[in-house]
């Protein structure tokens, strides 16, 4: 199955470290300057505080990516469609609070997932139906075999 979704999430996730990396340099620099072990004082350093959870969230994404890839594979609308409906409510929400930002990409990745979900649930029907006449096929021809 095209694991389109699931590499676009990845995709997603590098870009967004690589970002946070340019952006934010100066407050990764000083986090490793101060010895990078407890360098972020809580309501003190905004900034340090702001590249931890920036960072934070990439690999995460990425490990949607993963999870989607998985579930890919194995055709489990259940799981894509939770991923895509999660990325969606998270990308509206924080689109409302944050306007100009990245979160409108969680919004347009969310129904590239939604979208693999339903070509999934599709085909593994499709799947289900094909095994079945051939079950019925197979279990016709043995009556059938058993009957001359």
Not at 71 to 76: G, K, M, Q, S, V
Not at 124 to 145: N, P, Y
């Amino acid at each position: 199955m095209n694991r389109f979704a699931g590499y676009l999430l990845m995709t997603v996730a590098i870009g967004h470290a690589l970002v946070g990396l340019i952006l934010y340099r100066g407050s990764l620099g000083a986090i490793w300057a101060a010895g990078f072990f407890n360098t972020i004082r809580p309501g003190v350093d905004f900034d340090r505080q702001a590249v931890f959870w920036f960072l934070t969230f990439s690999p995460l994404v990425f490990l949607l990516g993963q999870i989607a890839n998985r579930a890919l594979d194995r055709r489990d609308a259940s799981v894509l469609s939770l991923i895509g409906w999660y990325l969606v409510g998270l990308g509206v929400v924080g689109a409302a609070v944050l306007p100009i930002s990245g979160n409108w990409t969680l919004v347009a990745v969310g129904a590239f997932v939604l979208r693999a979900a339903r070509q999934a649930r599709t085909r593994r029907a499709m799947l289900s139906i094909a095994l079945g006449i051939g079950l019925l096929h197979t279990l016709g021809g043995r009556a059938v075999l058993r009957s001359a």
